[in-house]
């Protein structure tokens, strides 16, 4: 699952529809919500191929996810 939040009430709004929609749909193999929520049982093929994904290039510091 991934989806991008500007706040940690958005975080928490994400997270919640998240919940609802895996109890409506246990066994689903993917889906996405009209908030920018996405999810997939399993990972794509690539072959080869290369990917990245980066929770804001250069805001890290140290325990950041403490909050």
Do not use: H, T
């Amino acid at each position: 699952m991934g989806f991008v939040a500007d706040s940690a009430a958005d975080s928490i709004k994400k997270l919640q529809l998240s919940i609802n929609c895996f109890k409506k749909q246990p066994e689903a193999e993917n889906w996405q919500l009209p908030q920018g929520v996405y999810y997939r049982k399993q990972g794509m093929d690539l072959q080869g191929r290369v990917v990245a994904l980066f929770s804001g290039l250069g805001s890290q510091y140290l325990e950041m996810g403490r909050e």
